[in-house]
């Protein structure tokens, strides 16, 4: 799979961005799709996730701020992010696991395979 991602920018805190994952490679996107952060000298961090069949999670940090759908038409996975504050600042990525080992289902966080190359969110007080 190649996962491109875009919609990163500058914002102030309380405001808005809607990050976009476009997944190719594939004629649908079979595979569970992760958005993951990092801020540097720390570890990377899992936001959000979507497997095939449309089930949800996200970290305590982001639920209830944060969505992330997908249109499978498009092979698109979106992650819209409100009410943004200055500790969402990080680039975030977006990843794929093996659908051959996984199927449709997401796995733990180190199982990913597949990245993409990175969109800056950086959220100013």
């Known amino acids: 799979e190649y996962l491109v991602e875009s919609g990163g920018g500058s914002v102030q805190a309380g405001e808005s961005l809607k990050l976009s994952c476009l997944v190719s490679g594939f004629a649908y996107i079979s595979s569970c799709i992760g958005w993951f952060r990092q801020v540097p000298g720390k570890e990377r961090e899992e936001v959000a996730s979507i497997e095939r069949d449309g089930l949800t999670k996200y970290v305590d940090s982001v639920r209830g701020r944060f969505t992330i759908s997908k249109d499978n038409a498009q092979k698109i996975v979106y992650l819209q992010m409100n009410n943004l504050k200055p500790e969402d600042t990080a680039l975030y990525y977006c990843?794929?696991?093996?659908?051959?080992?996984?199927?449709?289902?997401?796995?733990?966080?180190?199982?990913?395979?597949?990245w993409g190359q990175g969109t800056q969110v950086t959220v100013s007080s």
């Open positions: 990843a794929a696991p093996s659908v051959a080992l996984y199927g449709g289902k997401c796995p733990r966080k180190n199982e990913y395979i597949y």
